[in-house]
Structures are given as C-alpha cells and as structure tokens.
C-alpha cells in the first residue's frame, strides 16, 4: 500500500486505504499502461474489503503533521528534481519508498529504542493483538485489518499478552468470590 495524502484527513484523523503500488521493470513498461510513473504502477487495493477507512491515534495524526511539514522543507529542497505522486512517505525526490530502505530504517529505529527486532509486518499483529485485549471486539479488529471474515482474525491475532493469564486468574477468583459469597448469606 502507498498512502496519498488526498487519502488522509488530519483533521478528522483518518486515512483511506485505496491502493497499492508496485515497482515494475523497465521491460514491463507498456506505451498504454495506465497510471504509470518512473517504473511504479499505482493499482486499486487488493479487494473491496481492502479500501477502507482507518482512524489514527491523536499521537498518529500529530507525527504525521510534523512528517508533512518536514516533507513539504525536502520538497522545496530538491526543486525540479521533485516528482509529486502525492505521496505520503517519499524518498527525497518524491518517489515511493525502497523497501529494503524502509527495512533498514525500522531496524535503526527498533535498536535505537532497545526493542528487539521484528519484522515490519509484526506491527500489523501488535495492533490488532492490543486492540483485541483491551476491546474485545473481532468484527472491529478484522474492519481495520480488511479481513472479509472475522473469525480468522482469533487464530491468527489473538497473542496472549503477558500478564493477561495473571489477569484472567483474578477475575475468575473475583467471580467465584461473589458466588460463594451470595450462596453463604
């Protein structure tokens, strides 16, 4: 996915999913091709469960203001050599960014903060994981997920968290407390 800032709206802090990007090789490019840019194919999203709306965290919206002024100071920078595809996160002339780049980046940044490295796509499994504990609510889980089905979001989601066994233990003391408790007045 590469997000366009016409898919982003600060200030009511959402973003749409509405497609992907693909890198294509110079023998691949076709003189009708359609929404090509130097060597990029810009392409709906996988399916219709994929678009859709995504609500950030206040602290999400806020980095993402911060990142848009600092892209809008590169973009002054590199001038002519700029190429706007409106894109959210660009290298510094305006062209979707190399993976490996953005790979390298999050392992600079993971070590920097002392988190032990894993791979990009775990913070996918992180959020839906945090949202499931402290919600509950699978059909919201798969919704930002773009998952047609919600029942697989449980399997492959729903990571115990540390503590939360601890947890459970004591909420179950708690009821059979209240049990006993009404059945000995």
């Known amino acids: ?15 749409r999913v509405t497609q992907n990007v693909h890198r294509i090789r110079q023998d691949e490019v076709t003189e009708h091709m359609a929404q090509h840019v130097a060597g990029f194919r810009f392409g709906p999203a996988k399916t219709h469960r994929s678009k ?10 806020e980095l993402v203001r911060i990142h848009r002024k600092q892209q809008a100071g ?9 190429t706007d595809l409106d894109l959210v996160f660009t290298d510094p002339r305006g062209y979707p960014l190399n993976h490996d780049r953005v790979r390298r980046e999050f ?6 903060a ?6 990009l796509y775990a913070l996918r499994h992180t959020m839906a994981t945090l949202v499931l504990h402290e919600m509950k609510d699978l059909k919201l889980v798969a919704t930002r997920l773009g998952h047609s089905n919600e ?3 449980l399997p492959t989601y729903g990571h115990p968290l540390p503590g939360v066994d601890r947890e459970a233990a004591d909420r179950l003391g708690e009821v059979v407390k209240r049990r006993v408790d009404r059945s000995g007045s």
């Not at 590169?74 to 700029?82: E, Y």
């Not at 392992?107 to 920097?112: E, F, I, N, S």
């Open 74 to 82: 590169a973009r002054l920078q590199a001038g002519t050599l700029w």
């Open 52 to 61: 859709r709306p995504v609500s950030m965290p206040a602290v999400v919206v």
């Open 151 to 153: 029942m697989l979001v």
């Open 107 to 112: 392992y600079k940044a993971l070590d920097a």
């Open 114 to 119: 002392g988190v032990r490295q894993v791979v």
């Open 1 to 15: 996915m590469q997000l366009r800032w016409r898919d982003v709206d600060l200030d009511a802090g959402v973003l």
